[in-house]
């Protein structure tokens, strides 16, 4: 379980990267977007979305346990040669 304070977290600088994502997803994130400001009034933006999707399953035990043990596959086994 990722145990960092998020208050640390957000101070943090962000690096960026790249990933893909369904165009779908990326439309249903960016309509929650629309829906949502921050405290100041600014517009959210899609990757502090995401970022608080990653860290509100990564920093509960029972909800990263969920996530695993619903959505991740298990990695398959190795054949013996």
């Known amino acids: 379980m990722f145990d960092k304070p998020k208050e640390k977290v957000f101070k943090e600088k962000r690096p960026?990267?790249?990933?893909?994502?369904?165009?779908?997803?990326?439309?249903f994130l960016k309509d929650l977007c629309n829906n949502l400001i921050t405290e100041d009034g600014k517009k959210y933006r899609l990757s502090?979305?995401?970022e608080d999707m990653?860290?509100?399953?990564?920093?509960?035990?029972?909800?990263?346990?969920?996530?695993?043990?619903?959505?991740?596959?298990?990695?398959p086994e190795e054949e013996e040669a």
Request: proline residues 0%; charged residues 25%; glycine residues 6%.
């Open 16 to 27: 960026t990267i790249s990933i893909t994502i369904a165009e779908s997803v990326i439309k």
């Open 48 to 50: 502090w979305l995401i």
């Open 54 to 75: 990653i860290l509100y399953i990564i920093t509960d035990e029972k909800r990263l346990e969920d996530f695993l043990n619903g959505l991740v596959g298990e990695a």
